[in-house]
T-cell receptor
Framework: NAGVTQTPKFRILKIGQSMTLQCTQD?????MYWYRQDPGMGLKLIYYSVGAGITDKGEVPNGYNVSRSTTEDFPLRLELAAPSQTSVYFC?????????????FGPGTRLLVL | GQNIDQPTEMTATEGAIVQINCTYQ??????LFWYQQHAGEAPTFLSYNVLDGLEEKGRFSSFLSRSKGYSYLLLKELQMKDSASYLCAVKQGFQKLVFGTGTRLLVSP
């Protein structure tokens, strides 16, 4: 299994440009998440999904959109990039069985908006 | 609202034991995660507690007291490679995770 993969690894955007951050998992997990992590800070949840066709907002959803058309893919869309969106973006997936839950993170996408 | 507190930084010596505390005030508590994150890398899952008590996994153990809003991560036989940030995260409701800002642990020889 490749686990959780993210592309691109690094991207520079100009203010106002748009882009899609890709995330794919091959573990058949129902739950997927997008986080952002600013330097020296913890992770903040942007959006999450509990299954194909179902998404919901997290703590900081403004400026982002998501879709979940398949179990495997959970892309994150930035429509009008702003300097405040400069961050590291992590995608994660998880499964839950009773009292056990395990989350797996992708390697991250570093985004710089100038 | 939600509030998760961890110490910002801790130092310890190789071979020692260190306890990293996490206190939380949150509605709809549904479990607590601990993650390890090396600089420039993705977080790695360490533990998940949803019931009170101690969960042990090799050199790492995690404890939860829901009535006190308190958890700790215990690292034994510290190694240099354990130098990293340790993130506490609370699951609210069904799937929302709220993270603390993390504790930077520095292990010295």
């Amino acid at each position: 299994n490749a686990g959780v993969t993210q592309t691109p690894k690094f991207r520079i955007l100009k203010i106002g440009q748009s882009m899609t951050l890709q995330c794919t998992q091959d573990m058949n997990h129902n739950y997927m998440y997008w986080y952002r992590q600013d330097p020296g800070m913890g992770l903040k949840l942007i959006y999450y999904s509990v299954g194909a066709g179902i998404t919901d907002k997290g703590e900081v959803p403004n400026g982002y959109n998501v879709s979940r058309s398949t179990t495997e893919d959970f892309p994150l869309r930035l429509e009008l990039a702003a300097p405040s969106q400069t961050s590291v973006y992590f995608c994660a997936s998880s499964y839950e069985t009773g009292t056990q839950e395990t989350q797996y993170f992708g390697p991250g996408t570093r985004l710089l908006v100038l | 609202g939600q509030n998760i507190d961890q110490p910002t930084e801790m130092t310890a010596t190789e071979g020692a034991i260190v306890q990293i505390n996490c206190t939380y005030q949150t509605s709809g508590f549904n479990g607590l995660f601990w993650y390890q994150q090396h600089a420039g890398e993705a977080p790695t899952f360490l533990s998940y507690n949803v019931l009170d008590g101690l969960e042990e996994k090799g050199r790492f153990s995690s404890f939860l007291s829901r009535s006190k809003g308190y958890s700790y991560l215990l690292l034994k036989e510290l190694q240099m490679k354990d130098s990293a940030s340790y993130l506490c995260a609370v699951k609210q409701g069904f799937q929302k995770l709220v993270f603390g800002t993390g504790t930077r642990l520095l292990v010295s020889p």
